[in-house]
């Protein structure tokens, strides 16, 4: 027996993913800190159909390792490998992983090569016989402890998948909108945003960053509320702390509301790097009023609309 009834079954394994795509680097994408919750969230969405459980197979680390990406994986019970040993023989993990790549990059495609090693033993050559391969998952005991890294991305995913529970109604909204967050404006900054999700009219929203687009539109249309949105935000963002509104006021009067406006929300950004999201903005939005421009940011009417 590889383990006897007192002691649990423990093992590991590396997961070694590339692309096939020549525009679409796995690890450039996970070396992105905007894309990075994009690329976990796929694994382990997809780790999770593989074993029929989001407990089944944890992540321990994600190695870049140039064209591949490598998931150091361990298994806590022998049932669980077992049927992701199934599930990988099958192509069912690939078409699985491909499919929620392409969902949270917001992309076409992402065609993969997958290969799976426990130790120096390649299992692609022994897939057919299922006992060996858990003998040699078995043999190769974890060496880690899942990295912060790892754990940081667990918690975002599980406040994801908490919101999900409770709004069931736009159960698969969550991706609706990964393509805005996974490219950054402006792309400075070094920390996740602090929830992946938020609220808006009983509806769910994908908590990206603000993008050009957002900035432009709320310059147009704030209008003379603009010093009062920039108050809002002020409360979290000390860039926008007095005397600061005021001095853009003066300082852009010349140029107008829209340049007034533009200047005040530029500074949030650059001072708040990944962290000015736009579940910030429609914050500040609520509380003054700006309820049809807020709307109009998360795309629920068109500007035409507006009129």
């Known amino acids: 027996k590889m383990a006897g009834s007192s002691t649990p079954w423990i093992g590991s394994a590396y997961l070694f993913l590339q692309s096939t795509c020549k525009t679409i680097a ?15 969230k796929a694994l382990k969405l997809a780790l999770a159909d593989s074993t029929g459980s989001v407990n089944g197979v944890d992540m321990l680390k994600v190695h870049c390792s140039h064209p591949h990406l490598i ?7 022998r049932e669980n490998c077992r049927r992701f040993l199934r599930s990988y023989r099958e192509g069912a993990l690939q078409n699985s992983l491909q499919s929620h790549l392409q969902l949270s990059l917001a992309t076409t495609t992402v065609p993969l090569k997958v290969e799976l090693k426990a130790g120096s033993e390649h299992l692609d050559k022994m897939l057919k016989d299922e006992d060996r391969c858990l003998e040699c998952i078995y043999r190769e005991k974890p060496d880690r402890l899942p990295d912060e890294e790892i754990t940081e991305l667990e ?8 919101h999900q529970s409770t709004n069931n109604n736009v159960a698969g909204k969550d991706c609706s909108s990964l393509k805005s967050q996974c490219q950054p404006y402006p792309p400075q900054g ?3 945003p ?18 050009p687009d957002d900035h432009q539109k709320f310059a147009k249309s704030v209008s003379k509320k603009w010093k009062q949105v920039g108050r809002s935000l002020q409360k979290s963002c000390r860039a926008l702390r007095d005397p600061a509104i005021d001095n853009l006021a ?7 509301l829209y340049e007034q406006a533009y200047q005040m929300l530029l ?6 790097g990944k962290k000015a999201t736009i579940a910030r903005l429609i914050a500040a939005l609520e509380e003054n009023g700006l309820v049809s421009l807020a709307e109009e940011l998360l795309g629920l009417h068109s500007s035409e609309d507006c009129s």
């Open 26 to 40: 796995l690890p450039s994408l996970y070396e992105s800190s905007q894309k990075k919750p994009c690329v976990f």
């Open 71 to 77: 998931v150091q994986l361990k298994f806590c019970k």
């Open 155 to 162: 918690e975002c995913l599980k406040s994801l998948m908490l």
């Open 190 to 192: 070094s920390s996740l």
């Open 194 to 211: 602090t929830q992946l999700t938020f609220i808006f009219q009983g509806q769910q929203f994908d908590n990206r960053t603000i993008t």
């Open 250 to 256: 003066l300082e852009y009067d010349r140029e107008g």
């Open 267 to 272: 500074r949030f950004i650059q001072s708040e």
